[in-house]
Protein backbone atom coordinates (compact mmCIF):
# COMPACT_ATOMS: atom_id res chain seq x y z
CA UNK A 1 0.00 0.00 0.00
CA UNK A 2 1.38 3.51 -0.62
CA UNK A 3 0.20 6.55 0.86
CA UNK A 4 1.79 10.13 1.38
CA UNK A 5 2.99 11.54 4.94
CA UNK A 6 5.12 14.64 6.29
CA UNK A 7 9.24 13.07 7.31
CA UNK A 8 11.61 16.12 8.27
CA UNK A 9 11.71 18.77 6.29
CA UNK A 10 10.09 16.44 3.35
CA UNK A 11 6.45 17.35 3.42
CA UNK A 12 5.24 14.96 1.01
CA UNK A 13 6.81 11.24 0.98
CA UNK A 14 5.30 8.20 -0.80
CA UNK A 15 5.31 5.53 2.03
CA UNK A 16 5.09 2.17 1.19
CA UNK A 17 4.04 -0.09 3.90
CA UNK A 18 3.56 -3.46 1.92
CA UNK A 19 5.18 -4.81 -0.79
CA UNK A 20 3.63 -3.76 -4.06
CA UNK A 21 4.06 -7.38 -5.61
CA UNK A 22 3.21 -9.87 -3.11
CA UNK A 23 1.43 -7.68 -0.44
CA UNK A 24 4.01 -8.78 2.27
CA UNK A 25 5.41 -5.76 5.26
CA UNK A 26 8.69 -7.85 5.97
CA UNK A 27 11.59 -5.79 4.19
CA UNK A 28 15.01 -5.28 4.99
CA UNK A 29 17.47 -2.58 4.02
CA UNK A 30 20.12 -3.43 1.37
CA UNK A 31 21.38 -0.17 0.66
CA UNK A 32 22.40 3.85 0.98
CA UNK A 33 22.80 5.46 -1.95
CA UNK A 34 23.09 9.35 -2.86
CA UNK A 35 21.72 11.29 -5.22
CA UNK A 36 24.51 12.05 -6.96
CA UNK A 37 22.59 13.74 -10.02
CA UNK A 38 20.29 16.82 -8.36
CA UNK A 39 20.69 16.74 -4.59
CA UNK A 40 23.15 14.95 -2.87
CA UNK A 41 20.53 13.67 -0.64
CA UNK A 42 20.47 10.08 0.56
CA UNK A 43 18.21 7.64 0.25
CA UNK A 44 17.82 3.99 1.48
CA UNK A 45 17.20 0.81 -0.99
CA UNK A 46 14.95 -2.17 0.62
CA UNK A 47 13.99 -5.56 -0.33
CA UNK A 48 10.85 -7.42 0.72
CA UNK A 49 12.05 -10.55 2.33
CA UNK A 50 9.47 -12.59 1.01
CA UNK A 51 9.48 -12.03 -2.53
CA UNK A 52 12.76 -10.28 -2.71
CA UNK A 53 11.00 -6.97 -4.52
CA UNK A 54 13.88 -4.14 -4.29
CA UNK A 55 12.64 -0.46 -3.47
CA UNK A 56 13.37 2.95 -2.63
CA UNK A 57 11.94 4.49 0.74
CA UNK A 58 10.60 7.63 1.50
CA UNK A 59 11.01 9.15 -1.90
CA UNK A 60 9.22 12.35 -2.61
CA UNK A 61 5.68 11.82 -3.89
CA UNK A 62 4.24 13.21 -7.58
CA UNK A 63 4.00 16.35 -6.13
CA UNK A 64 7.38 16.98 -5.24
CA UNK A 65 9.80 15.00 -7.07
CA UNK A 66 10.16 17.22 -10.27
CA UNK A 67 13.18 18.60 -8.82
CA UNK A 68 14.83 15.96 -9.09
CA UNK A 69 15.13 15.84 -12.62
CA UNK A 70 16.18 19.32 -13.39
CA UNK A 71 19.07 19.26 -14.74
CA UNK A 72 20.04 20.63 -18.33
CA UNK A 73 22.33 17.00 -18.54
CA UNK A 74 19.45 15.05 -17.88
CA UNK A 75 20.81 12.45 -20.84
CA UNK A 76 17.02 11.08 -21.83
CA UNK A 77 15.91 14.52 -22.33
CA UNK A 78 18.94 16.13 -24.02
CA UNK A 79 20.41 16.52 -27.42
CA UNK A 80 23.39 18.01 -26.82
CA UNK A 81 26.30 16.61 -28.70
CA UNK A 82 28.90 18.39 -26.33
CA UNK A 83 31.64 15.71 -25.85
CA UNK A 84 32.54 12.13 -26.58
CA UNK A 85 30.56 10.60 -24.10
CA UNK A 86 27.73 12.08 -25.76
CA UNK A 87 28.76 11.59 -29.17
CA UNK A 88 28.40 8.17 -28.07
CA UNK A 89 25.43 8.02 -26.73
CA UNK A 90 24.05 9.43 -29.97
CA UNK A 91 25.89 7.09 -31.60
CA UNK A 92 24.03 4.22 -29.49
CA UNK A 93 21.13 5.40 -29.76
CA UNK A 94 20.54 5.75 -33.56
CA UNK A 95 21.93 1.57 -33.48
CA UNK A 96 19.62 1.13 -30.51
CA UNK A 97 16.57 2.55 -32.19
CA UNK A 98 17.22 -0.19 -35.22
CA UNK A 99 17.83 -2.79 -32.86
CA UNK A 100 14.50 -1.92 -31.04
CA UNK A 101 12.35 -1.92 -34.28
CA UNK A 102 13.82 -5.21 -35.11
CA UNK A 103 13.15 -6.69 -31.96
CA UNK A 104 9.70 -5.49 -32.21
CA UNK A 105 9.26 -6.76 -35.88
CA UNK A 106 10.36 -10.37 -34.58
CA UNK A 107 8.41 -10.53 -31.35
CA UNK A 108 5.37 -9.21 -32.32
CA UNK A 109 5.23 -10.51 -35.58
CA UNK A 110 4.04 -7.03 -36.87
CA UNK A 111 5.98 -4.96 -39.23
CA UNK A 112 3.26 -2.17 -38.96
CA UNK A 113 0.45 -1.60 -36.33
CA UNK A 114 -0.62 0.62 -33.28
CA UNK A 115 1.98 1.38 -31.29
CA UNK A 116 2.14 3.53 -27.77
CA UNK A 117 5.39 4.62 -26.39
CA UNK A 118 4.74 5.83 -22.63
CA UNK A 119 7.89 7.96 -21.77
CA UNK A 120 9.14 8.89 -25.18
CA UNK A 121 11.27 11.73 -23.80
CA UNK A 122 12.40 13.79 -26.64
CA UNK A 123 10.96 11.82 -29.25
CA UNK A 124 13.41 9.59 -31.16
CA UNK A 125 11.96 6.48 -30.24
CA UNK A 126 8.33 7.54 -31.73
CA UNK A 127 10.00 9.31 -34.72
CA UNK A 128 11.55 6.30 -35.93
CA UNK A 129 9.09 3.94 -35.11
CA UNK A 130 6.48 6.24 -37.63
CA UNK A 131 9.13 6.68 -40.45
CA UNK A 132 8.54 2.66 -39.90
CA UNK A 133 5.12 3.06 -40.53
CA UNK A 134 3.75 2.56 -37.20
CA UNK A 135 1.07 4.66 -36.02
CA UNK A 136 2.65 5.85 -33.25
CA UNK A 137 0.68 7.51 -29.52
CA UNK A 138 3.15 8.87 -27.40
CA UNK A 139 3.14 9.58 -23.88
CA UNK A 140 5.21 11.97 -21.53
CA UNK A 141 5.54 13.74 -18.47
CA UNK A 142 8.34 16.36 -19.11
CA UNK A 143 6.72 19.75 -20.60
CA UNK A 144 10.14 20.69 -21.94
CA UNK A 145 10.91 16.79 -23.79
CA UNK A 146 7.17 16.72 -24.95
CA UNK A 147 7.64 20.75 -26.68
CA UNK A 148 11.06 19.23 -27.68
CA UNK A 149 9.58 16.48 -29.91
CA UNK A 150 6.70 18.58 -31.00
CA UNK A 151 9.41 21.02 -32.62
CA UNK A 152 11.93 18.40 -33.93
CA UNK A 153 9.36 15.86 -35.38
CA UNK A 154 6.40 17.39 -35.12
CA UNK A 155 4.50 14.79 -32.78
CA UNK A 156 1.77 15.74 -30.83
CA UNK A 157 2.81 14.12 -27.23
CA UNK A 158 0.16 13.39 -24.67
CA UNK A 159 0.69 14.08 -21.06
CA UNK A 160 1.02 11.51 -18.48
CA UNK A 161 -2.19 11.45 -17.02
CA UNK A 162 -3.62 10.96 -20.68
CA UNK A 163 -2.59 6.91 -20.15
CA UNK A 164 -5.58 6.42 -18.28
CA UNK A 165 -8.16 7.80 -20.61
CA UNK A 166 -6.82 5.97 -23.65
CA UNK A 167 -9.77 3.11 -24.76
CA UNK A 168 -9.26 -0.34 -23.96
CA UNK A 169 -7.87 -2.69 -26.27
CA UNK A 170 -6.35 -0.03 -28.62
CA UNK A 171 -2.78 -0.95 -29.01
CA UNK A 172 -0.66 -3.55 -30.65
CA UNK A 173 2.41 -3.42 -29.03
CA UNK A 174 3.04 -1.06 -26.02
CA UNK A 175 6.78 0.43 -24.95
CA UNK A 176 8.48 1.85 -21.83
CA UNK A 177 11.78 2.35 -22.32
CA UNK A 178 13.52 2.84 -19.08
CA UNK A 179 10.17 3.96 -17.81
CA UNK A 180 8.82 1.44 -15.07
CA UNK A 181 10.98 2.03 -12.13
CA UNK A 182 9.91 5.94 -12.27
CA UNK A 183 6.34 5.09 -12.21
CA UNK A 184 4.86 5.58 -8.31
CA UNK A 185 1.53 4.55 -9.08
CA UNK A 186 2.82 0.58 -10.11
CA UNK A 187 0.22 -1.65 -9.80
CA UNK A 188 -2.65 0.47 -11.56
CA UNK A 189 -0.43 1.14 -14.29
CA UNK A 190 0.22 -2.62 -15.05
CA UNK A 191 -3.59 -2.71 -14.53
CA UNK A 192 -4.19 0.05 -17.52
CA UNK A 193 -1.48 -1.50 -19.70
CA UNK A 194 -3.20 -4.69 -19.83
CA UNK A 195 -6.85 -3.42 -20.92
CA UNK A 196 -5.14 -1.01 -23.15
CA UNK A 197 -3.43 -3.75 -25.06
CA UNK A 198 -5.00 -5.72 -27.43
CA UNK A 199 -5.65 -9.40 -26.93
CA UNK A 200 -2.84 -10.83 -29.27
CA UNK A 201 -0.49 -7.74 -28.75
CA UNK A 202 3.03 -7.39 -26.90
CA UNK A 203 4.05 -5.00 -24.06
CA UNK A 204 8.14 -4.32 -24.02
CA UNK A 205 9.58 -2.86 -21.08
CA UNK A 206 13.09 -1.98 -20.66
CA UNK A 207 14.49 -1.56 -17.29
CA UNK A 208 17.81 -1.89 -14.62
CA UNK A 209 18.85 -4.77 -13.36
CA UNK A 210 19.77 -4.17 -10.67
CA UNK A 211 21.16 -8.24 -10.09
CA UNK A 212 23.46 -7.30 -12.96
CA UNK A 213 27.67 -7.30 -12.71
CA UNK A 214 27.80 -3.84 -12.55
CA UNK A 215 25.24 -3.39 -9.88
CA UNK A 216 27.58 -6.31 -7.61
CA UNK A 217 30.81 -4.53 -8.51
CA UNK A 218 29.80 -0.69 -7.53
CA UNK A 219 27.28 -1.32 -4.75
CA UNK A 220 25.67 1.68 -3.39
CA UNK A 221 27.81 3.51 -6.29
CA UNK A 222 25.73 2.02 -9.25
CA UNK A 223 24.39 4.84 -11.57
CA UNK A 224 21.23 2.68 -12.36
CA UNK A 225 19.52 3.45 -8.63
CA UNK A 226 19.39 6.76 -9.75
CA UNK A 227 17.88 7.35 -6.26
CA UNK A 228 14.83 8.69 -5.99
CA UNK A 229 14.32 9.02 -9.16
CA UNK A 230 14.41 4.78 -9.55
CA UNK A 231 11.85 3.79 -6.86
CA UNK A 232 11.54 0.30 -8.15
CA UNK A 233 14.69 -2.20 -9.13
CA UNK A 234 13.44 -5.03 -10.98
CA UNK A 235 15.26 -8.16 -10.91
CA UNK A 236 14.67 -10.63 -13.96
CA UNK A 237 12.94 -12.84 -11.48
CA UNK A 238 10.45 -10.09 -10.18
CA UNK A 239 9.68 -8.42 -13.38
CA UNK A 240 8.50 -11.75 -14.50
CA UNK A 241 6.48 -12.09 -11.53
CA UNK A 242 4.60 -8.83 -11.47
CA UNK A 243 3.50 -9.41 -15.03
CA UNK A 244 2.22 -12.25 -13.99
CA UNK A 245 0.23 -10.77 -10.92
CA UNK A 246 -1.10 -8.64 -13.70
CA UNK A 247 -1.96 -11.18 -16.09
CA UNK A 248 0.80 -11.17 -18.55
CA UNK A 249 3.69 -13.87 -19.42
CA UNK A 250 6.72 -13.60 -20.02
CA UNK A 251 8.07 -14.84 -23.45
CA UNK A 252 11.27 -12.92 -24.49
CA UNK A 253 14.00 -11.45 -22.25
CA UNK A 254 17.09 -9.54 -24.02
CA UNK A 255 20.41 -8.09 -22.71
CA UNK A 256 20.93 -4.36 -23.37
CA UNK A 257 25.01 -4.65 -23.15
CA UNK A 258 25.48 -0.84 -24.18
CA UNK A 259 23.80 0.41 -21.03
CA UNK A 260 26.73 -0.76 -19.01
CA UNK A 261 29.12 1.57 -20.40
CA UNK A 262 27.11 4.92 -19.79
CA UNK A 263 26.01 3.49 -16.36
CA UNK A 264 29.87 2.11 -15.37
CA UNK A 265 31.41 5.55 -16.43
CA UNK A 266 28.62 7.65 -14.14
CA UNK A 267 29.53 5.34 -11.20
CA UNK A 268 33.26 6.09 -11.52
CA UNK A 269 32.29 9.73 -11.44
CA UNK A 270 30.17 9.04 -8.65
CA UNK A 271 33.35 7.37 -6.48
CA UNK A 272 35.26 10.38 -7.70
CA UNK A 273 37.30 7.71 -9.12
CA UNK A 274 40.75 9.09 -11.34
CA UNK A 275 39.74 8.83 -15.17
CA UNK A 276 36.52 7.92 -14.88
CA UNK A 277 35.15 7.69 -18.48
CA UNK A 278 38.28 5.08 -19.76
CA UNK A 279 38.04 3.15 -16.26
CA UNK A 280 34.08 3.12 -17.09
CA UNK A 281 34.51 1.30 -20.79
CA UNK A 282 36.52 -0.66 -19.22
CA UNK A 283 34.49 -1.95 -16.47
CA UNK A 284 31.70 -1.34 -19.18
CA UNK A 285 33.53 -3.90 -21.19
CA UNK A 286 33.76 -6.26 -17.95
CA UNK A 287 30.07 -6.19 -17.98
CA UNK A 288 29.37 -6.46 -21.46
CA UNK A 289 31.36 -9.81 -21.43
CA UNK A 290 29.43 -11.24 -18.40
CA UNK A 291 26.39 -10.54 -19.68
CA UNK A 292 27.16 -12.37 -23.35
CA UNK A 293 27.85 -15.32 -20.96
CA UNK A 294 24.70 -15.07 -18.79
CA UNK A 295 22.31 -12.53 -20.18
CA UNK A 296 20.46 -12.16 -17.34
CA UNK A 297 23.65 -10.20 -15.76
CA UNK A 298 23.53 -7.29 -18.30
CA UNK A 299 23.49 -3.99 -16.93
CA UNK A 300 19.51 -3.48 -18.49
CA UNK A 301 17.49 -6.07 -19.99
CA UNK A 302 14.20 -5.79 -22.37
CA UNK A 303 11.32 -8.00 -21.29
CA UNK A 304 8.40 -8.62 -23.65
CA UNK A 305 5.66 -9.59 -22.37
CA UNK A 306 2.04 -11.31 -23.84
CA UNK A 307 -1.19 -11.75 -22.31
CA UNK A 308 -2.47 -15.13 -20.88
CA UNK A 309 -4.28 -16.96 -23.50
Known amino acids: MLFCSKL ?14 CGKNHFEKVLSCTDHYA ?3 SFDIYRCKDCG ?4 RNVPDE ?13 SHTDTNKGLAFHLYHYVRRYMLRRKSQLIK ?10 LDIGTGTGYFSHYMQSCGWKVSAIEKS ?7 KKRFGLEVMPSEALFTLPADSFDVITLWH ?9 EVWEKLYSTLADRGALIIAVPNPSSFDASYYKENWAAYDVPRHLWHFTPSTIQQMGAKHGFVLVEHHPMPFDAFYVSWL ?7 SLPFIKGMWKGLEAGIASLIKKERSSSMIYIFRKKQ
Open 8 to 21: GNKVNILKIDTCPL
Open 39 to 41: TGE
Open 53 to 56: FMFT
Open 63 to 75: AEIGKYYESPDYV
Open 106 to 115: RGCGLSRGRL
Open 143 to 149: PQAREFA
Open 179 to 187: VMEHLQNLN
Open 267 to 273: SEKYKKS
